[in-house]
């Protein structure tokens, strides 16, 4: 979907113990002295950042997917997040989501753009936990079906990735 619709793509592999949100985001490293940073938190900041910026693409969409998102209880590690994008429609400009940097430093405020966008995956099997009402209030719920028959194919082709769509373009 990311590939064809031309948004930056971040997917995010959720571990069956993920308990907060520095599992998302990362966490002060005190052997270290260091904040380590989660590749989800690398991309949401870069996508805040002017496009002026070397690194920085905040005129573009970035789709975050959290793939079997339910393998940990995702109210643990995303309530803080959920929250906030329910913020985000009322008051964009106080959407921010503070990350503790430890060491006594002051906490990162990142924004919480409009250009950030999440999916999550899910299985229902014995490994997995149910989504929570809270969850599922402020969530779109897609369910496929168990396919009727499988085909191989013979031969697999990508199709080139599409140009970056603007935020703009992504909002008409």
């Known amino acids: 979907y990311a590939r064809f ?11 069956p113990n993920w308990d907060t949100t520095q599992d998302l ?3 002060f ?7 380590n940073a989660k590749r989800l938190l690398r991309a949401m900041a870069q996508s805040q950042r002017p496009a002026s910026d070397r690194s920085g693409f905040d005129d573009c969409m970035l789709l975050v997917l959290l793939d079997e998102m339910n393998l940990a209880r995702v109210e643990l590690y995303f309530s803080d997040l959920l929250s ?9 400009c106080r959407a921010n989501v503070e990350i503790d940097l ?19 995956t899910m299985n229902e099997d014995e490994t997995t936990h149910a989504l ?6 402020r969530s779109n719920v897609i369910t496929f079906p168990r396919p009727r028959s499988l085909f191989s194919r013979d031969e697999v082709r990508r199709t080139p ?12």
Do not use: C
């Open 5 to 15: 619709g031309g948004l930056f793509f971040e997917p995010i592999a959720v571990q």
């Open 25 to 27: 985001f990362g966490m």
């Open 29 to 35: 490293n005190y052997l270290d002295n260091r904040f």
């Open 84 to 92: 906030k994008l329910e913020l985000r429609r009322e008051d964009p």
């Open 102 to 120: 430890g060491s006594g430093l002051a906490k990162y405020e990142l924004h919480l753009g409009d250009n950030v966008l999440f999916a999550g």
């Open 132 to 137: 929570s009402d809270k969850a599922i209030d």
């Open 161 to 172: 990735q599409k140009a970056s769509i603007s935020r703009n373009t992504w909002r008409s």
